[in-house]
């Protein structure tokens, strides 16, 4: 599964954000997708994630109500929208893929860039 992250950018606190991760060379049906993000000097650390045969979600509780993941199978591409932000939501954010039987993920987005300003 190759995936191609984009929509990061400069935000000021309390506006939105989408970001979207496109993917490719498998379809979605037995995967679970999921969003991480990484500051410097910390380790990278999850956001959200979706099951894409049920749809069901789960959120990291920093982000929980704020963020919302969302799939759309048609496009192959999973969505994080991101409102409320805060200058601690500012990282690198990741999509990722792994198999709904794999507990690791084992593919990779380049990474977006996500900066709120306060």
């Known amino acids: 599964v190759q995936l191609q992250a984009s929509g990061g950018g400069l935000v000021q606190a309390g506006g939105s954000l989408t970001l979207s991760c496109a993917a490719s060379?498998?379809?979605?049906?037995?995967?679970?997708m999921g969003w991480f993000r990484q500051t410097p000097g910390k380790e990278r650390e999850f956001v959200a994630r979706i099951r894409w045969s049920t749809g069901t979600t789960y959120y990291a509780d920093s982000v929980k109500v704020r963020f919302t993941i969302s799939g759309d199978n048609a496009k192959n591409t999973v969505y994080l929208q991101m409102n409320s932000l805060k200058s601690e939501d500012t990282a690198v954010y990741y999509c990722a893929a792994r198999q709904d039987i794999m507990s690791e993920y084992a593919f990779w987005g380049q990474g977006t860039l996500v900066t709120v300003s306060s």
């Open positions: 060379g498998r379809t979605l049906s037995r995967y679970v």
